[in-house]
């Protein structure tokens, strides 16, 4: 079997998540290098997963490891410059959500990945998490009639790193951060039906001392053919991770859980090791999760990446559904500022998506100029 040699850029939580798809789950692909902004970090990663090669310079990694295909899973502000770079240098892109911080350096990544004819994937998890693929072909086959109604949440209390509460580097909150996958969502079971419009609600309610961008959301998007989609996501909840969607049809209902499904309901007087993603602690009840990255779908996602590599075909999530996504998180922060429902196509003249929604607290007057 030819293995694709793949390198991965990023050494922080996101990066072993990949790291641990590929060699216990993709035999196609092997990671050969890695790359962190931190050479101290890059060698810890390299000598905990065992990997021959590891880098603080993207250059030298592009021009001396070998690898076919970049994982991109660094923070939001370095994924235009790492993907242009990687394509620059001929190699094939997979990154980690989302895609871009403006939907400038979005269409700059696209047209970078289609002139050098490479391929351009984008890693939304939940297009290919197994417990949520099992509603999507049952909705298929008729099981809840014709869908009027898509609802998906994803919850915690916070991420991991500091990046993530500073708007210059992440480009938003909560919605940035974990709003996308509800969005690309609701566009895969939709079979990339468009959006038409946009409402959306936000605040800062627990990291206020933390950051300006807001940690809990829900937008509501209007789509082409008629359905609804409900998008709550929160950094504000406590307990561990939640993440459920729910389906609607004028012939039945389906609820399904990502987490919960997928758990020993346990119970320690001292507490133990890990439960499951963002739990802060084991002591009394809680959910150990088994196999949490083979259900959130990553192995699946990168194993459909690679073998479209290698058998150049086109990938079923690229960066044009990424560049999608983002324009209905700009639009969901400015009907956040503005307090009403935001028409699509919507291409703002702004910097990052969080200003729309930041100068809308401070004016009565509109936040955003749309583009020509």
Not at 127 to 144: Q, S
Not at 168 to 180: E, P, Q, R, T
Not at 189 to 216: I, Q
Not at 258 to 285: P, Q, R
Request: hydrophobic content about 40%; aromatic content about 12%.
């Amino acid at each position: 079997m030819r293995r694709t040699k793949v390198a991965i850029l990023g050494s922080g939580f996101i990066a072993d998540i990949h790291f641990e798809s590929y060699h216990r789950f993709v035999p196609e692909a092997e990671v050969v290098a890695v790359y962190s902004r931190d050479i101290n970090k890059a060698r810890a990663f390299a000598d905990k997963h065992k990997i021959p090669q590891f880098y603080s310079d993207i250059d030298e990694l592009l021009e001396k490891s070998g690898v076919e295909v970049v994982d991109i899973c660094l923070p939001n502000f370095k994924h235009c410059e790492a993907t242009l770079k990687a394509a620059a240098a001929g190699k094939h892109v997979i990154i980690e959500k989302p895609l871009a911080v403006t939907l400038e350096e979005a269409d700059s990544m696209i047209e970078a990945c289609k002139k050098a004819k490479v391929k351009l994937m984008y890693a939304e998890e939940l297009c290919f998490a197994p417990k949520y693929e099992r509603v999507r072909h049952m909705v298929k086959e008729g099981g809840v009639g014709d869908i009027y109604m898509l609802k998906q949440g994803e919850k915690h209390s916070g991420p991991h790193s500091d990046w993530f509460y500073d708007k210059n580097l992440s480009g938003g909150g909560v919605l940035m951060d974990m709003g996308c996958h509800a969005i690309a969502w609701f566009r895969w079971m939709l079979n990339n039906c468009k959006a038409t419009s946009v409402y959306a609600t936000m605040a800062t309610v627990y990291h206020k001392g933390r950051t300006v961008c807001e940690d809990n959301s829900v937008v509501i998007i209007e789509f082409e053919n008629g359905v609804i989609g409900v998008a709550e996501n929160s950094w504000a909840k406590h307990g561990g991770m939640d993440d459920r969607c729910e389906v609607y049809g004028t012939g039945g209902v389906v609820y399904a859980d990502l987490f919960m499904g997928n758990a020993a309901v346990s119970y320690s007087k001292h507490g133990y090791g890990y439960a499951m993603e963002k739990a802060d602690t084991t002591i009394g009840w809680s959910f150990t999760i088994f196999e949490e990255v083979f259900n959130q779908g990553y192995p699946h996602e990168l194993r459909h990446f690679i073998q479209c590599v290698q058998n150049d075909t086109q990938p079923m999530v690229t960066g044009e559904d990424g560049r999608a996504v983002l324009e209905i998180i700009y639009a969901a922060y400015a009907s956040a500022a503005e307090g009403k429902k935001i028409y699509l196509p919507f291409h703002p003249k702004v910097d990052r998506p969080i200003d729309l929604w930041l100068a809308g607290k401070h004016s009565s007057n509109h936040v955003y100029e749309v583009a020509d």
